[in-house]
């Protein structure tokens, strides 16, 4: 099986061309490839496939094989990658996810993609959406006890669930030990990502993200885009243009309070070509 490895500011994922179908178990075959001891090395699998409602579809399994709804830094790299590999000539692409059809805009210097803007959709506050277990018409800035200790607490979906939490230093946590703590928490029916946050001034934060199914990554496209909405509904922004600072690098968020869409801007990147025979058969 031929692949591509590509990566978001650091959130990584192994890129298969599907469009003449799957001959393989992408769960059994996400998780082999993405060990990063014995196989490729990934945060997860993104399968490029046709789709009868937009110009692609987009599957993207995490590292454990869960299938995910979406994935802010996959969609970039995919919207590039087919662009790339002259798969479409088209420099505004709809992209079908389970988390229903996304529109990229792409900025392309010299035959290559600079730059993907994305319509990441509206973000979902109520509870029972995102799904969380809470009585209340939103869960902003709640208490939850979480290893013994009192966190306070934003949940956001933006296609699959996030808790925001904000800390005086993000490099100071243990991610390892209290990252699965909150992603088994009872509060979340559907497991969660859980945003750790710094606020820096007043148009940026800093955050790192455990993320369910994967743990620790570099960057979460979707995650900055729930912290950006945090940090506006909790003041600790003062724009609805918002930086989010990520361990792989920068995301630039958007807000259209209008219309309730939230976009999100940054790049993507190829690493390498391989082929690899550590596949599943379906």
């Known amino acids: 099986m031929k692949f591509t490895k590509m990566h978001g500011i650091g959130n990584d994922y192994i890129y298969v061309n599907c469009m003449n179908g799957i001959d393989f178990d992408p769960v059994q075959t996400s998780i082999a490839l993405s060990d990063r001891h014995f196989g490729v090395g990934s945060d997860g699998m993104i399968l490029i496939c046709p789709s009868d409602k937009a110009d692609f579809r987009m599957r993207m399994f995490n590292a454990d094989g869960s299938e995910g709804k979406m994935c802010g830094n996959g969609i970039r790299c995919f919207a590039k990658y087919v662009y790339c590999k002259g798969l479409t000539d088209k420099t505004v692409l709809t992209v079908e996810t389970l988390a229903g059809i996304k529109t990229a805009w792409l900025t392309v210097e010299k035959g290559d993609v600079t730059s993907i803007r994305v319509n990441m959709g509206s973000p979902v506050l109520e509870p029972p959406r995102i799904p969380v277990k809470f009585d209340g018409e939103?869960?902003?800035?709640?208490?939850?006890?979480?290893?013994?200790?009192?966190?306070?607490?934003?949940?956001?979906?933006?296609?699959?669930?996030?808790?925001v939490t904000y800390v005086e230093d993000v490099d100071c946590l243990d991610l390892e030990k209290i990252g699965p703590a909150f992603e088994h928490h009872e509060l979340f029916p559907e497991r969660v990502n859980t945003e750790f946050v710094q606020p820096v001034d007043d148009t940026t934060v800093?955050?790192?993200?455990?993320?369910?199914?994967?743990?620790?990554?570099?960057?979460?496209?979707?995650?900055?885009?729930?912290?950006?909405?945090?940090?506006?509904?909790?003041g600790i922004v003062k724009s609805d243009c918002v930086t989010v600072k990520l361990r792989g690098g920068d995301l630039h968020i958007e807000w259209n309070r209008k219309d309730n869409v939230i976009?999100?801007?940054g790049g993507a990147t190829f690493v390498f070509e391989g082929e690899t025979a550590l596949t599943f058969v379906r």
């Open 206 to 234: 800093k955050m790192r993200v455990w993320e369910r199914g994967s743990g620790e990554t570099w960057a979460c496209g979707t995650g900055a885009c729930a912290v950006a909405v945090a940090s506006i509904l909790n």
């Open 263 to 265: 976009y999100m801007t």
């Open 138 to 163: 939103r869960m902003v800035n709640e208490p939850i006890e979480v290893g013994g200790k009192t966190w306070y607490v934003t949940s956001v979906s933006m296609g699959n669930p996030h808790c």
